[in-house]
C-alpha cells in the first residue's frame, strides 16, 4: 500500500472508532505529520473526554534515594555511602504528611530507591505511617519494580507482598518502572532490575486483587519507533484482559546527570508526537496524561490539543526530574494549573487519583460518586 494510502486508512479507521495495528502504529511514528498525528488523537481525545482536562492536587515523597540498581537513565538514585544519600525518619514523612493535608492534597505520590539495607517492613511501614498521620489521604505508592524487589525480599508471591501494602493503606500503584518493555533495549537501560514479563505480572495483580494502576514509557533514549509500539501494545493487551489502568504518561527522557547525559533530551515536536501517538494506539485507556514536569508547562498545555485530557497535578517536591535537570518549577498552584488548562479551552475538573470528582468549600473536600471513569 502506497504512504497515502496506508494514511486514508488509518484515518477511516480513526473515525470508526477501530482498533490500529502494529503496523499502522509503526506507519504513524515514523512517517506521520505531527498536525495531522494530533489532529486524530484529538478527535480520539474528544470523544473520551469531551472538553475536560483533569488534573489533581497531590504531593511526592521519594523516601530514599539510595538504590541498590543502577539504570542509566536515572539520576536521583544514590550509593549508600554517598553524600547524597539520604533515608527519611517516620517524624519526616509525618511532616510531608500534615503538609500535604494543609495544602489541601488529595494524593500522595511514593516512590523512591530501593535501599541494601530496609527490609520489606521499613516499605510498608512508610505506608502506614501516612495513612496513620492523615486516613483521608489517597496513597498512589511504588511501582510495578519496587513490588518485584519487596517479593524477592520476602520470597513471597506478589498477591502477599500487595495484601500486606493493602492492609496498611495502599490505595494504588504509580505507572513508573515500565520504561520500555523490548527486553534489548531494557538490558541496556536497566540491565537488572524487574523484567517486562514481571512489570506486566504484578501490574495484573494488582488488578485482580482491585488496585487500579497506572501504566509509563520512558522514551528518547536508544529506543527506537518500533519499541515503542510494542511498548504500547503489550499495555493494551494487559488493559484488554483487566481493566485495571487508569491512565498513561508516556515519559521524555531527562539526560542531565545520568549515564546517558551524551544524549539530547527530546524535542517538543517528539514530546507532542509520544502523546498523539499514544492516545491513538491505546483505544482502552480513558486517560493520557501530559505530566507538565517533565514536559513543561508550555508543551503540556499544548498537549492537551494533542490527545491528553489530564496534565497531573500541583506535585511538589518532585525529585526524579529536577535531579535529571528538569527545569520546571518543583509545584504548580491550582490557579496555575486553571489558567493553563482553560487557554487551551478546556475545562478544569479537580479529579482524585481514581477519576472521581473533588468537591471542595473552604479547606474541606470530598469526593463526588459515582467513579468518573469506567
Ligand atoms: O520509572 C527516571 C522515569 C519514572 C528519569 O503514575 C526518568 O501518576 C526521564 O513513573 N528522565 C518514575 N524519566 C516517575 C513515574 C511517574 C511520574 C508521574 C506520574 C506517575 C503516575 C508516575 O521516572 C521511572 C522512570 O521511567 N525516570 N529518571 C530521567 N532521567
Redesign the pocket.
Known amino acids: 500500500m502506497t504512504a497515502s494510502g496506508m494514511l486514508d486508512d488509518i484515518r477511516r479507521k480513526v473515525e470508526n472508532g477501530e482498533r490500529l495495528s502494529f503496523e499502522d502504529g509503526l506507519f504513524l511514528d515514523e512517517h506521520c505529520d505531527l498536525l495531522t498525528l494530533g489532529r486524530m488523537a484529538n478527535r480520539v481525545r474528544e470523544r473520551k473526554n469531551g472538553d475536560v482536562a483533569y488534573y489533581n492536587t497531590n504531593v511526592h515523597l521519594n523516601p530514599t534515594n539510595v538504590c541498590v540498581y543502577r539504570c542509566t537513565?536515572?539520576?536521583?538514585r544514590s550509593d549508600l555511602r554517598s553524600d547524597r544519600a539520604y533515608v527519611f525518619s517516620d517524624d519526616m514523612i509525618r511532616e510531608r504528611v500534615l503538609e500535604a493535608q494543609a495544602r489541601g492534597a488529595t494524593e500522595i505520590?511514593v516512590?523512591g530507591g530501593l535501599h541494601h539495607q530496609r527490609k520489606f517492613d521499613w516499605y510498608v511501614n512508610v505506608v502506614r505511617v501516612i495513612h496513620e498521620t492523615w486516613p483521608q489521604i489517597h496513597i498512589?505508592a511504588w511501582?510495578g519494580?519496587e513490588i518485584n524487589w519487596f517479593a524477592h525480599l520476602t520470597k513471597q508471591p506478589y498477591e502477599w507482598v500487595l495484601r500486606e501494602l493493602m492492609a496498611a493503606g495502599l490505595g494504588s500503584l504509580?505507572?513508573?518502572?515500565?520504561?520500555i518493555f523490548d527486553e534489548h533495549v531494557r538490558s541496556q537501560i536497566c540491565e537488572h532490575k524487574a523484567d517486562s514479563q514481571h512489570w506486566i505480572d504484578i501490574h495484573r495483580t494488582a488488578h485482580q486483587l482491585g488496585l487500579r494502576s497506572?501504566a509509563?514509557m520512558?522514551y528518547g533514549h536508544v529506543e527506537q519507533a518500533r519499541h515503542r509500539i510494542d511498548h504500547l501494545l503489550r499495555l493494551r493487551d494487559l488493559q484488554d484482559e483487566t481493566g485495571g489502568f487508569q491512565?498513561f504518561?508516556p515519559?521524555?527522557?531527562?539526560?542531565e546527570n545520568?549515564g546517558m547525559s551524551h544524549l539530547h533530551k527530546p524535542t517538543g515536536h517528539m514530546d507532542l508526537r509520544m502523546i498523539a501517538l499514544s492516545r491513538l494506539m491505546l483505544d482502552n485507556f480513558d486517560h493520557i496524561?501530559a505530566?507538565w514536569?517533565?514536559l513543561g508547562e508550555k508543551t503540556a498545555q499544548v498537549a492537551l490539543g494533542f490527545g491528553a485530557d489530564d496534565i497531573?497535578g500541583t506535585v511538589v517536591h518532585e525529585l526524579?526530574?529536577h535531579d535529571?535537570g528538569a527545569k520546571t518549577p518543583e509545584g504548580l498552584t491550582v490557579d496555575q494549573l486553571h489558567r493553563l488548562i482553560r487557554e487551551a479551552g478546556r475545562e478544569p475538573v479537580e479529579r482524585d487519583t481514581l477519576y472521581r470528582r473533588v468537591q471542595r468549600r473552604g479547606a474541606e473536600w470530598w469526593i463526588d460518586e459515582p467513579a468518573l471513569s469506567a
Request: aromatic fraction near 14%.
Open positions: 537513565f536515572c539520576a536521583f505520590h516512590v498512589k511501582t519494580v504509580p505507572g513508573g518502572g515500565a520504561e497506572n509509563t520512558l491512565t504518561i515519559l521524555a527522557f531527562h539526560p545520568t496524561k505530566y514536569i517533565m497531573d526524579i526530574y535529571a
